[in-house]
Nanobody, 126 residues
Framework: VRNVESGGGLVQPGGSLRLSCAAS????????VGWFRQVPGKEREGVSCISSDGGRTVYTDSVKGRFTISRDGKNTVYLQMNNLKPEDTAVYYC?????????????????????WGQGTQVTVSS
C-alpha cells in the first residue's frame, strides 16, 4: 500500500501551496503521518508530523510558522505551505508511521515511516 502525494508545483518566493496525502484501501486515520522532503544528493528530511487523532503536530524549525499540517479524519493529510522560500524546493513525500503507537515526535525520522508514494515536486523560484 502506498500513499499518493499531490499538490506540488512551481511557485514564486512568498507564494503558497497545499499538498495532499491520500491513502486508498488503508485506514490512514489510525496512524501518525509525516511529511518529508528530499533534494538530490541529500537524505530525506522530516518536515512535519501529525498524530492519528490530529491532536499533536510537530514541525522542523525551518518551516515553523509557515507550514501547517492537518488531516480530515478520514484518509487524507494536508500540508499547507505559506511564505515559501527557494530553500523549500524539494520532492515532498508523505509517510505512514510503522507503528500504531508512534511517539517519536521529537525526532521525525523517515526510518519510522513507510508507504511512500511517488512524491510531489515543489519548486520555489522567481
Amino acid at each position: 500500500v502506498r500513499n499518493v502525494e499531490s499538490g506540488g508545483g512551481l511557485v514564486q518566493p512568498g507564494g503558497s501551496l497545499r499538498l495532499s496525502c491520500a491513502a486508498s484501501g488503508f485506514p490512514l486515520d489510525l496512524y501518525a503521518v509525516g511529511w518529508f522532503r528530499q533534494v538530490p544528493g541529500k537524505e530525506r528530511e522530516g518536515v512535519s508530523c501529525i498524530s492519528s487523532d490530529g491532536g499533536r503536530t510537530v514541525y522542523t524549525d525551518s518551516v515553523k510558522g509557515r507550514f501547517t499540517i492537518s488531516r480530515d479524519g478520514k484518509n487524507t493529510v494536508y500540508l499547507q505551505m505559506n511564505n515559501l522560500k527557494p530553500e523549500d524546493t524539494a520532492v515532498y513525500y508523505c509517510g505512514t508511521a510503522l507503528s500504531l503507537y508512534y511517539n517519536k515526535y521529537a525526532d521525525i525520522s523517515p526510518a519510522d515511516f513507510d508507504s511512500w508514494g511517488q512524491g510531489t515536486q515543489v519548486t520555489v523560484s522567481s
